[in-house]
């Protein structure tokens, strides 16, 4: 079985504080991503990473950066916290555009509930 | 962009009933995915399940691709099935598109 896992399930910073998010996968997948999830939002994407050091905005990336170092890791980084990053933080992996027909399974982490104060 | 629609927004069973949750897309998918979340917020893989039928358990799906929409059936309901379901779509690139969710609450 695909496993995702996060670095923390609660998070509480305060603001103005610099904020690391891992994920790690172990399934050799080539694709990872950072989600958001907010009442009443659902969820949204703020980045992805298609391969080792590659990565591409979604659809909020504002005030967040990502790092892919290495295949299973993909960390997302807040650089100056703020309270409306207060949120759940979801990560996901999938294996490949060249993957047949489960190449765009999502399997996701189980989640980082952020408090920025 | 794909528009994905997901009903009823919430549903309230008696533990032991049956339900079907639906999922219209307004598009051509690649791949179809149905998740629950459970209350501690972990989404959990459902079925992948682009096209045709299938079945696990007590749950089961159904998608008609080339009538843009997916159902999901909860037989015996438990209250273990509480959370929310979610259908997402996949148009073949790398953004995945999420319906809004159906709230299932099932009483003991």
């Known amino acids: 079985d695909v496993k995702v896992t996060q670095s923390s399930r609660y998070l509480v910073k305060r603001t103005g504080e610099k904020v690391f998010l891992e994920c790690v996968q172990d399934m050799d997948h080539e694709n990872m991503f950072w989600y958001r999830q907010d009442p009443g939002l659902g969820l949204r994407l703020i980045y992805f990473s298609y391969d080792v050091k590659m990565k591409e905005k979604g659809d909020i990336p504002e005030g967040y950066s990502v790092s892919r170092e290495k295949k299973e890791r993909f960390s997302l980084i807040l650089e100056s916290a703020s309270t409306n990053q207060t949120s759940m933080y979801l990560c996901?992996?999938?294996?490949?555009?060249?993957?047949?027909?489960?190449?765009?399974?999502?399997?996701f982490g189980p989640g980082t509930r952020l408090t920025v104060t | 962009g794909i528009q994905v629609e997901q009903s009823p927004p919430d549903l309230i069973l008696q533990e032991g009933a049956n339900s079907t949750l639906r999922c219209n897309f307004s598009d051509s998918v690649n791949n179809l995915q149905w998740f629950h979340q459970n209350p501690w917020g972990q989404l959990i893989n459902l079925f992948y399940?682009?096209?045709g039928t299938k079945q696990n358990g007590r749950l089961s799906a159904t998608t008609v691709a080339t009538e843009r929409y997916s159902l999901l059936y909860i037989s015996s309901s438990q209250t273990t099935d509480s959370g929310v379901y979610f259908c997402?779509?996949?148009?073949?690139?790398?953004?995945?598109?999420f319906g809004a969710g159906t709230r299932l609450f099932v009483k003991a």
């Open positions: 997402a779509v996949n148009t073949g690139g790398f953004k995945t598109i």
């Open positions: 996901a992996s999938s294996l490949s555009g060249n993957g047949g027909t489960k190449a765009y399974e999502q399997y």
């Open positions: 399940i682009p096209s």
